[in-house]
């Protein structure tokens, strides 16, 4: 990140009540953790790493709940017998250990217009999302999750303790960074007596893909697939995915030349986002690595 110019406007918060403090008496206040993935800060910003309310940990018998300050470092020293697997190997494949000292699992969350490596799991395992604003608490499920809500903060983040029989977690695109043809892909699948009994797909990068409808084609299926059965759900998550493509893209403007128009949230990103625009994203290849993944993990259910 750049040293911080003399026409913006940076605040410390103390607390999450000072934060809440903020969010209300400032306009375009925009919220930063770790800033691993700016290249310099907004306009307004309010830094709230240091803030204990936001690094709170708690485990309970069917779900943990992890503050949005956490770093995922300290979210790795929690240790796999106390992490999801899908989490954990996600964590796993981020960044080095340095960046993971420091960036925060609600910035991961929080990163547009590329989700962050965290997204896929979290989406795959129904995480909730706590945000406050003013006295008001606003609880998101995490596949509602369109936009952050306005003038408001991440306090934490509610993860299910489900028990899985398969837990895979692929990352693809270039290795210890992010952009826009970078995704993360989770599945999730309970087994009992050869019967495939709940399964959780979820892609995620400039795409948010997961449907219940291609996860419900194949629960309650006798256990292994046969090649039939593969090629239907194939087919199936092919056309899902083209249905997505459109949905994302469906709302990106133009300018009067018919080109392109950059993200706005590109602008303040690192470098491996300098290009970020629409035209830049792959998505032939993006389709062949989801459906390769998909084939992959489905062979695995024996």
Known sequence: ????????DVYFGSSL???????????????CGGCTFLRELPRVSLIIRNINDFKNIEKRERYMEIGSGVTLSAIMELGEQNVPPVLFQALNSMATPLI????????????QPVRGTLFAPLLAMDAMLEFRRGTEIITIPMNQLNELPAASVLTK???????WDVSLFRRVGPTWTLEENCASYAF????QKETLLDLRIAFCG????????LENMLVGTKLPLSR????????TASDIFDQQVEACFAGLSVDAGGQDVKPAACNLLGSHFSSCWPSSVDIPLLKVRFLGLLRESLNQLI
Do not use: F, H
């Open 100 to 111: 993971r000292n420091m960036a925060t699992l609600g910035g991961n969350v929080c990163l």
């Open 228 to 235: 039939n059965e593969m090629e239907d759900v194939l087919s």
């Open 206 to 213: 400039i795409l948010r893909l997961r449907s219940r409808d």
């Open 1 to 8: 990140m750049d040293g911080v110019e003399r026409n913006k």
């Open 188 to 191: 999730l699948a309970s087994i």
């Open 17 to 31: 009540d000072n934060v809440l403090y903020q969010l209300k008496s400032r306009s375009n206040l925009q919220i």
């Open 157 to 163: 983040v509610r993860i299910p303790l489900n028990e």
